[in-house]
């Protein structure tokens, strides 16, 4: 493994950590994936490009990274309390379609996006519904344990119980005392013995969709119930790194920590990560406030908010123009210095390909290596800060003057000497394309090209510069186009 030293926010003992792996080159990472039942949007996007970003940056330094997340296909009910209709299964009725084709169809969806944003797929990506009999042995070993109880075929895990010897709300900071008086009574809650206890199993009633045989009747499991069960079966009873939104610290994150105790009398896991939150012109997105954009119309320009479309990449560059911890702002001003910042780096990329090593140009220039050491070392040294890409971004703009002073012939090749002058061009690629997952968005302008080409061509024609006019027919074929010279018009075509 390179050397490094790495550290990292724990959301848990709410300090920062210095990463040590459980059993190292290994590293576990699970990621509370989408419910599929709609279009990826914003919200989607920050954690799976921040947690992307942090499977890049171990990977780079030589971690084998066992990147699991999970896709929500049953058992996320619209209300947080454990009521309400399934969110699956309500879209599904509403489209008339199998809950199956739903969850098919958005996860489909998610992909593309996914891919279209760069970021690596999972090493695995379970799904909670080829989970169900983990999941009823889980509940089965929390009631073994005395931490659950049944009431009408449904199971509840009993927080109060479970803080007698530990402490629930340690992750989100909250008082039991507290949740306690602050919660409501709901409808159909009477089941349980207090409210702030959650489901872990329920009875389904004979109209619902998705329902699976139990020891407890015919039901369907909750919604934190999954990634308890799929993150101990890939990753084990405990494993490094969970990551997620802040919004999903309580209850989600809570209560897989409370399964995970009731179980193995250990905490599930090690370091705990979560993303902040995106707003919108500064405000919280949400469907009814009209401004939830999904990552598609962002791509196409296609919503009432913006200006104009923002490219993956663009939106890619946006979010890590932020540290992970920090709220981030989308606004068309916001998106637009984005894309120009992306394009600069991306030229960059570009130039430094082109470039060079020139020996014997000039001296070697000590100063000038000694800069370039010290952006290296600063821009290793924001990824090792808790992985601060808006930092170690800024140091990148450092490395590319120095690029862009060799492109103009500002700045000779041979100041730093050859060693020096590769391991800035190499560190400025790894940084931008390895790490940061930033890649070139090749224009797709290809008839507009070709019509510009075919202009010249008849400009050349008119003025019978038949040199000319061979040169582009000749270049033209090389890329696999043919000239069509028509009696009465000028065409291309694709090489037969
Ligand atoms: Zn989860």
Redesign the pocket.
């Known amino acids: 493994m390179k050397s490094h030293n790495l550290k990292l926010y724990n959301t848990l003992s709410r300090k920062k950590e210095n990463f040590e792996a459980i059993n190292p080159p290994f590293v576990g990472l ?4 989408p419910t599929v039942y709609g279009d990826a949007h914003l919200g989607h996007a920050r954690p799976a490009i921040t947690f992307d970003t942090v499977n890049r940056y171990l990977t780079h330094l030589d971690y084998r990274v066992r990147y699991v997340r ?1 896709i ?1 296909d049953v058992g996320h009910l619209q209300g947080d309390a454990d009521e309400g209709e399934d969110k699956i299964a309500k879209k599904a009725k509403l489209e008339q379609l199998e809950p199956m084709e739903i969850a098919q169809q958005y996860t489909d969806s998610y992909h593309r996006d996914m891919a279209l944003l760069n970021t690596w797929k999972p090493n695995i990506e379970p799904r909670a519904t080829g989970h169900i009999p983990e999941q009823i042995a889980l509940v089965e070993a929390i009631l073994k344990e005395g931490f659950a109880y049944v009431v009408n075929g449904s199971v509840y895990f009993d927080v109060m119980k479970y803080n007698e010897t530990n402490d629930y709300g340690k992750l989100s900071g909250r008082d039991l005392e507290n949740l306690l008086t602050g919660s409501r009574t709901l409808d159909g809650q009477e089941e349980k013995r207090n409210a702030v206890d959650f489901s872990l199993w329920k009875n389904a009633s004979p109209e619902h969709l998705m329902k699976w045989e139990s020891p407890w009747g015919v039901g369907f499991p909750g ?2 119930l ?2 308890t069960a799929m ?1 101990s079966k890939y990753l084990g009873k405990t494993f490094d790194i ?1 990551g ?1 939104g802040m919004d ?1 610290m309580f209850p ?2 809570e209560c ?1 920590i409370a399964q995970g105790n009731a179980c193995n009398h250990q905490d599930p896991v090690k370091y705990w990560m979560h993303n902040n939150m995106i707003t919108i012109n500064g405000q919280k997105m949400g469907k009814s406030l009209g401004n939830f954009i999904t990552l598609q119309e962002l791509f196409n320009g296609d919503h009432k908010l913006l200006d104009q479309a923002y490219s993956p990449m663009t939106i890619r560059y946006f979010i890590l123009t932020a540290h992970y911890r920090s709220t981030l702002d989308f606004s068309n001003d916001a998106l637009q210095a984005a894309q120009k910042g992306y394009k600069k780096l991306i030229n960059g990329l570009r130039i430094s390909k082109l470039l060079k090593y020139e020996a014997g140009e000039a001296e070697k220039d000590e100063e000038q290596i000694a800069q370039v050491e010290q952006i290296i070392t600063n821009a290793y040294r924001a990824m090792d800060d808790d992985f601060n890409t808006a930092q170690a971004i800024g140091h990148l703009f450092n490395l590319l003057k120095k690029i862009n002073s060799m492109y103009t012939g500002q700045l000779k090749s041979a100041v730093f000497g050859e060693e020096i002058f590769k391991k800035l061009i190499d560190t400025f690629n790894t940084f931008v394309s390895d790490i940061l997952g930033l890649i070139e968005e090749k224009s797709d302008h290809q008839n507009e090209m070709l019509n510009l080409l075919l202009q010249l061509y008849t400009e050349a024609k008119t003025a019978r510069d038949y040199t000319k006019v061979d040169e582009i027919r000749a270049g033209l074929k090389e890329i696999g186009f043919v000239v069509k010279d028509m009696k009465d018009k000028i065409d291309w075509a694709y090489e037969e």
Do not use: K, Q
Not at 30 to 33: A, E, I, N, Q
């Open positions: 699970y990621v509370c994936g999970n929500t919604w934190h999954e990634c993150s969970h997620g999903l989600h994150h897989e």
